[in-house]
């Protein structure tokens, strides 16, 4: 998204990153809220978008705050439905679109950064070995790593612990059709589920790292229990014969605001700037919406304007603390659980 914006206003670009775009657990099931179609016609990336096939979300489910089921149809929203992404596929549609407009898209990892005089020089590591390069600007879009600005002296401000454990479900009867995705309170933090085909549903449990027993074992029990509570779930497993849960990976889900989110001749962007965590379901957007503003503030710096950089960094930090606002108010939904430490650090 930066990328796009700086050539658009004139900037060479090099890009650098994996050769093919790596996915994770944490990227199974997300979903690109309403607003991201708004986004991808604005960038022209439209088609593109939709040549991916990304599967519609037309009503997404909420047991939050009452044993009841909230239903809230996107259909009815302003921008439509939301997208469950393929996230490979949509990182490579939007590197191709980057290479497409003329930069320089290089395979490889950083590996080392330093400044002399007003030139950055880095190194990165490819397969053929190592290779340098000089830049006159930097920006870190690597993630919740932020693996430049952390080799520049930055850290991470973290503002809880919450930790999110993916587990994908199989069944051979091929009967789960349902595209509704679901989110649902208990009393050590909650659910979230959607249908990732005919026969694989995805079952995240979010809570903190300290309240999830390390042992494999203990921890199955602890989810096949909370699970157990909610009747919605549970009899979907049942339902459609799905298999035993296995919580083997674990993916941090923490919000977290780095420190500094820039310096001279440097900015962060994305989640190497600040994470959210995913009960707001806007990441991607947020990511998108900071690197557009890194892009303006890189530009402005360019053309002479030496507050640029503090306007960007004191944005972000703005940003954050009203997402913090934001966060807060939707944990502050749930009350039933007010006595249990989950919901306690959030109220
Ligand atoms: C469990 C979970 C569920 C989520 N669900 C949703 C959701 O449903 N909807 C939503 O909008 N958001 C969701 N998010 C948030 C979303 O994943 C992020 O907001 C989004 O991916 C941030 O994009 P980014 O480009 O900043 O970082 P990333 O997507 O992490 O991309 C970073 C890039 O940097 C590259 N990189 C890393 N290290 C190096 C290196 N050394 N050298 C070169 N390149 C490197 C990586 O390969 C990657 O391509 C979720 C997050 C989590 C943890």
Known sequence: MAALALMEAGARVRLLGPGKPTTSRAH???????????????????????????????????VWGSPHVDTRE????????????????????????????GAEAVEGRLVSVERTGSKWNYTFRTRAGHETGHASFLLDASGRNSIAARKLGAHRLRADRLISVPMVVRSELNTDLDDTTRLEANEDGWFFSCRISASERLISFYTDSDLLPASIDARKKKIEYLLGQSDHLSDRMEH?????????????????????LGGEGWLATGEAALCHDPLCGDGIIEAMNSARHAARALVSAANGD????????????????NYQLTLRSYYALEMRWRNHAFWKRRS
Not at 78 to 100: C, N, T
């Open 306 to 321: 030496s507050n640029a950089f503090v306007e960007y960094k004191d944005q972000g930090r703005e940003r954050f603390k």
């Open 28 to 62: 199974l099931g997300q979903c690109l809220p309403p607003a991201g179609l708004t986004w991808m016609r604005a960038l022209g990336l439209e088609s593109s978008f939709r040549a991916l096939a990304p599967r519609r979300i037309v009503s997404h489910e909420s």
């Open 74 to 101: 996107m259909i009815a929203s302003a921008h439509g439905p939301s997208w469950l992404l393929d996230r490979a596929k949509f990182d490579g549609m939007m590197r191709e679109s980057v290479r497409a407009s």
């Open 240 to 260: 459609h014969s799905y298999s035993a849960l296995d919580p083997q990976s674990l993916v941090p889900a923490h919000g977290s605001l780095l420190d500094p």
